[in-house]
């Protein structure tokens, strides 16, 4: 990991991400991950309407054929690797697959492992996929976990808004309070007036980190009268 950044290190880290032990593997395959891109998403924060007729998923053993270029093809290998540790660490690299992103990203989501779920649900928002937003929102509703709320408030696409609102107003225990925090955040990105009646409730939230959350939020959702 001490190497990542280094222009001179790729080739290091690709033949170890290629050619090393499971655990060596891993660890560079976890290295190139940091070169993942990361840019705010275009139209973030604003009402955005992605198509629905592209298909919402697709299996990760199927993402189209092997790529040629060194780093996407360490990372494509590295999600059929029989390990769990290095498709873990090839998946918190899937940005870098390229064309071949998506669609590897979408299959992390049906994943029986909880943190391939969230690589590929971090990766389609690394990569500001918008047409995932549904198989987003499908995972959310399963299950609540941070980085599908993370992803969808990166995109900005405002479908998320009700599963995000629902995460509010659940019966029986309330979300954590990190996933609190996270999900009215996610709703001040979203900038939708329709959270706002949410957002003026955790302003009396006991952890002053909801309530300051939710004080910024309520200036991007722009509902008049709302303090």
């Known amino acids: 990991l001490a190497m990542a950044g280094r222009p ?17 593997r891993a660890a560079a395959l976890r290295a ?9 998403c275009r139209g973030s924060g604003a009402t955005v309407r992605s198509p629905t007729s592209a298909p919402a998923s697709s299996p990760v053993s199927q993402p189209g054929p092997e790529p040629t270029a060194p780093v996407p093809r360490a990372v494509w290998l590295g999600l059929r690797d029989e390990g769990l540790e290095v498709r873990r660490a090839a998946a918190a690299a899937c940005p870098l697959l390229g064309e071949a992103a998506p669609a590897s990203a ?22 500001c996929d918008a047409v ?32 995000l609102l629902q995460l509010l107003r659940e019966e029986g225990p309330a979300p954590e309070e990190d996933a609190r925090l996270a999900v009215v955040e996610a709703l ?17 939230h006991p952890d002053w980190r909801v309530r300051l959350a939710a004080a910024r939020a309520l200036g991007t959702a722009r509902r008049p009268g709302s303090r």
């Open 188 to 204: 001040g990105r979203l900038a939708d007036p329709a959270a706002a009646a949410a957002l003026e409730r955790e302003l009396s």
């Open 32 to 40: 190139l991950a940091l070169g993942a891109p990361g840019a705010p």
């Open 132 to 163: 995932a937003v549904p198989a987003l929102i499908a995972l959310l509703r399963e299950e609540p976990q941070l980085a599908a709320i993370e992803a969808l408030a990166r995109l900005g696409d405002q479908r998320a808004t009700a599963p």
């Open 106 to 127: 979408r299959g992390l989501l049906r994943s029986r492992d909880f943190e391939l779920r969230a690589a590929g649900a971090r990766c389609l928002g690394a990569i």
């Open 8 to 24: 001179e290190a790729q080739p290091v880290l690709l033949r170890a991400a290629l050619e090393a032990p499971p655990s060596l």
